[in-house]
């Protein structure tokens, strides 16, 4: 809406046909209050089109001042104090050039019963005191409007800046696997090809079904579950090949639940971070499970691995830091992401409301 707004008013040409409507408006309601007063209609005329031509005039000049001020920078007092100056200036210039075409005009034809008993500076003042509110008024739209799209401006660029970041943030995770990983799987491939060519040939396909997985999406940033799911399927089958019975995994989602759209290789940081600690030198076998749900319109996505937590498991890496710093961006004040311990396991919990922003 706001754009809508800046596009229209702020764009030059656009602003001063706004403003002749706004200036006639204003003219239209002066011309019949003085008809309502019995003013002579020629004189009212006149008077009307000086008025409001002044004003078009005038507050194309505020206009100007106006583009250079900083309203993001500037102290409210300051800024307050600067609109009244300068629209009371304005007001009593204004009221100056129009009591001078009056005085004119009571010269040249009848006087009105108005200008016989008023005297001139009263004239004045009351008229400066008219047209400072209508100033006023003019300018609190106007600026209220331009503060408004700057602020949203602002928050535009902010949440480009932290998309651009977090785009960056992405292709480090599709592009830049743990070398141990990719390392440890080829030579467990190589090491299955003569005894059991069979095993080595699946575990070819799981891995370049994982890298076409990681280039075929890495312009995209949201991602249906379910593909999501599969890639992280194809990762552990891999591991599965590597570590055999040493590693039982479970994926338990529902069809329906499959359809949520998630952020991509959001489940990438915490399923490594699971290997990572989960099977360790002392740990005879790791149990890996993952379960997504929906619930009132949370998306709950689980990675629970078998083993203790530590304290440097619940600030581990970058991984896990990157995935805090996107659930903020595409789930600003509706995400939760817990790390816990529960009955021997370590639960990692995205508790994600609604559908994630694109921007």
């Known amino acids: 809406m706001l754009q809508v707004i800046h596009k229209n008013l702020f764009h030059p040409p656009r602003f001063w046909r706004i403003n002749v409507v706004v200036w006639l408006v204003f003219g239209l309601i002066a011309f019949l209050i003085r008809s309502v007063m019995q003013e002579d209609f020629s004189r009212a005329l006149q008077i009307t089109l000086a008025t409001e031509l002044l004003g078009f005039f005038l507050s194309g000049v505020l206009r100007r001042m106006y583009r250079h001020l900083n309203l993001l920078q500037i102290r409210r007092s300051n800024f307050i104090a600067q609109t009244l100056i300068l629209t009371g200036f304005t007001a009593a210039f204004h009221s100056a050039l129009l009591q001078g075409l009056i005085t004119l005009l009571d010269l040249a034809g009848p006087t009105s019963s108005f200008s016989q008993t008023v005297p001139v500076w009263q004239r004045w003042a009351v008229f400066s005191l008219l047209m400072w509110f209508v100033y006023l008024a003019w300018s609190f739209a106007y600026l209220w409007l331009k503060a408004e799209i700057l602020v949203q401006k602002e928050r535009l660029q902010e949440l480009k800046a932290k998309a651009e970041v977090q785009q960056m943030e992405l292709q480090l995770i599709r592009f830049q696997l743990d070398p141990h990983f990719l390392f440890n799987s080829l030579n467990g491939i190589a090491a299955e090809i003569p005894a059991h060519p069979k095993i080595a040939s699946n575990m070819v396909d799981e891995l370049a079904t994982y890298l076409k997985y990681s280039l075929d999406h890495r312009h995209e940033l949201i991602t ?9 399927a ?24 499959r359809k949520a759209l998630v952020p991509s290789f959001i489940l990438q940081p915490i399923v490594e971070n699971a290997f990572k600690y989960g099977l360790g030198k002392d740990s005879a076998r790791l149990t890996l499970l993952i379960t997504a749900q929906m619930k009132a319109g949370h998306l709950i996505l689980q990675v629970k691995n078998s083993g203790n937590l530590s304290s440097s498991q619940k600030s581990s890496g970058l991984g ?16 939760h992401f817990t790390l816990t311990e529960d009955n021997g396991f370590v639960v990692a919990t995205l508790d994600l409301k609604g559908e994630p922003c694109s921007v």
């Open 224 to 232: 249906p579950l379910s593909v999501e799911l599969d890639a992280t």
């Open 320 to 335: 896990l830091e990157a995935v805090r710093r996107r659930l903020a961006i595409r789930y600003p004040n509706r995400h």
């Open 234 to 257: 194809s990762y552990l089958k891999i591991q599965k090949a590597r570590f055999g019975s040493k590693l039982q995994t479970r994926i338990t989602a529902p069809t329906t639940t």
